[in-house]
């Protein structure tokens, strides 16, 4: 079945520097969707990304859609404490249910 | 607040009863979906209804998951005999009908299975 995969699994970054995880489905996707989980919260849409090679950008974070439509990234730069999170993938998968990757918990020490 | 409510939001419960959640969606979206999370992953898809008809399920939804939506409107999640495996965040969301649209998740109902 399809899959998703997200690098890394953790991040501990200062205040300040930049941050960025990686998504990668085992199929062709026809979306991709970023959520953001505080913890003992539950997922919070943050952006879809719909076309090959596209690039979005939200303040600070700028989300990328990989060229053949099976990869993903987003980058925050200059993180701060209230980035606290994990950031999950999540790639259409029939019907629009969502297949999410495992996510990547940041960490940010001021 | 995404408008998605969800009730219990906790539920303890001893191995072998049977447990129920709600979910009342946000009211124009006609699609509903239920997950599952444990802790340290991320959200696994269960079932998917739109409107009142359940139109996928997943083999994670053994027999003893049951779901409805009866009237298209709120759905229910029901678990018979639990096991402490069960033990998770169930979050359900719902969404538009439309290609790729936004799925919104309410605060989920967090099981524990003694």
């Known amino acids: 079945g399809q899959q998703v995969m997200q690098i890394p699994q953790y991040q501990h970054v200062q205040e300040g520097e930049d941050f960025t995880t990686y998504c990668n489905s085992s199929t062709t996707l026809s979306n991709i969707q970023w959520y953001k989980q505080r913890p003992g919260g539950h997922p919070v849409f943050l952006i879809q990304l719909v076309k090959s090679g596209e690039v979005k950008k939200q303040k600070r974070l700028t989300f990328q859609f990989g060229e053949a439509k099976k990869n993903s990234s987003l980058h925050i730069t200059a993180t701060q404490t209230t980035d606290v999170g994990t950031y999950f993938c999540?790639?259409?998968?029939?019907?629009?249910?969502?297949?999410f990757g495992a996510g990547t918990r940041l960490a940010v020490h001021p | 607040d995404t408008g998605v409510s969800q009730n219990p939001r906790h539920k303890i419960t001893k191995r072998g009863q049977n447990v129920t959640f709600r979910c009342d969606p946000i009211?124009?979206?006609?699609?509903l979906y239920w997950y599952r999370q444990t802790l340290g992953q991320g959200p696994e898809f269960l079932t998917y209804f739109q409107n009142e008809a359940q139109l996928e399920k997943s083999r994670l939804l053994s027999d003893r998951f049951s779901a409805e939506r009866p009237k298209g409107s709120f759905s229910t999640l029901e678990i018979q005999r639990t096991e402490q495996g069960d033990s998770a965040m169930y979050l359900c969301?719902?969404?538009?009908f439309g290609r790729g649209e936004t799925q919104y998740f309410g605060p989920g109902t967090r099981l524990l299975v003694l």
């Open positions: 009211s124009e979206h006609n699609r």
């Open positions: 969301a719902s969404s538009s």
């Open positions: 999540a790639g259409g998968g029939g019907y629009n249910k969502l297949i």
